[in-house]
């Protein structure tokens, strides 16, 4: 607040306002993992409004997003490279038999260990180009 910086005031409390809409809900006091999940879930609206913005030419939104965007990530763990999520699904690839390598099977197995710590689709394009090798 002091900081005159409107953006960022608005997204935390935004967030706020999610995390209390979630307590509500759950009729309980928050876990760390629930408040993480909540953050996950406006990064990922905002990753949805900056594509629908960009195809609709909405430059001065997609840059206010963006910079929600980035405010939000700052409150989550840090994300794997792709090349370490690449690690990850090969391993899994490898350890699924022969006939049940399809791409649900994978993001089945690969979503439980990734979804803290990658996106999901980044995650999904992963296992596309993966399976298609």
């Known amino acids: 607040m002091k900081a005159r910086d409107q953006v960022r005031l608005d997204t ?26 909540v953050i996950r879930r406006l990064v990922k609206q905002r990753g949805d409004s900056i594509t629908e913005y960009g195809k609709a030419g909405r430059t001065e939104l997609v840059a206010k997003e963006t910079r ?4 939000l990530q700052a409150y989550l763990p840090a994300q794997k490279s792709p090349d370490e999520i690449r690690t990850v699904v090969k391993g899994i690839i ?34 596309v180009e993966e399976l298609g090798a």
Do not use: C, W
């Open 12 to 37: 935390l409390r935004g967030a706020l306002s999610g995390f209390t809409y979630r307590k509500v809900e759950a009729g309980h006091e928050l876990t760390e993992d629930e408040e993480l999940e």
């Open 68 to 71: 929600e965007r980035e405010i």
């Open 94 to 127: 490898a350890g699924l038999p022969e006939g049940g390598r399809n791409q649900g099977a994978v993001m089945k197995v690969a979503m439980p260990q990734l979804k803290a710590v990658a996106d999901g689709n980044l995650v999904r394009q992963i296992v």
